[in-house]
C-alpha cells in the first residue's frame, strides 16, 4: 500500500539527524536560546510559538521545519535563517554573534560526549 504524500513528507520530517542532540543544528539551537539569556526550555518553547515536544524534538536532532526556522528568525533580533539551518553567520548582528560566541566558549552547551 503506497502512502500519501502528505504521509511521506510527514515521515520525513521527523527524521533525527546523524549525531542527534549531538548534530550541527541541535547544537546551534541550544546555542541561540543559552545566548539569548533563556535557560528555561517551556520558556523558551512558549517565545518562539511551539510546544515543548516541539523544542525538544528540534534540541534532540529532528529536523527543524522552514517554517518554525522562520518563526524563530522573526523573533530573536540579528538571527538569520540561514545560521539556522547551515551555520552561516553572514547577516547577524555583531551583537548575536558575540553573545552565541560566549556561550560556546563558556561550553554551557553541555554538548561534549
Given amino acids: 500500500m503506497q502512502k500519501s ?9 521527523h527524521i533525527k539527524q546523524s549525531g542527534g542532540k549531538f548534530s550541527p543544528m541541535a547544537t546551534r539551537l541550544r546555542l541561540i536560546r543559552l545566548a ?21 524534538n528540534y534540541e534532540n536532532g529532528v ?23 547551515r551555520g552561516v553567520m553572514d547577516g547577524m548582528t555583531v551583537d548575536l554573534r558575540r553573545r552565541l560566541e560566549e556561550v560556546e566558549a563558556a561550553g554551557q552547551l553541555g554538548t561534549q560526549r
Fill in 5 to 13: 504524500f502528505r504521509g511521506w513528507w510527514n515521515y520525513k520530517m
Fill in 36 to 56: 539569548e539569556g533563556e535557560t528555561n526550555s517551556s520558556r523558551w518553547a512558549k517565545r518562539m510559538g511551539w510546544t515543548l515536544p516541539q523544542l525538544s
Fill in 63 to 85: 529536523r527543524i521545519s522552514l517554517n518554525a526556522a522562520i518563526q524563530m528568525a522573526d523573533r530573536v533580533p540579528g538571527l538569520t535563517t540561514d545560521y539556522i539551518l
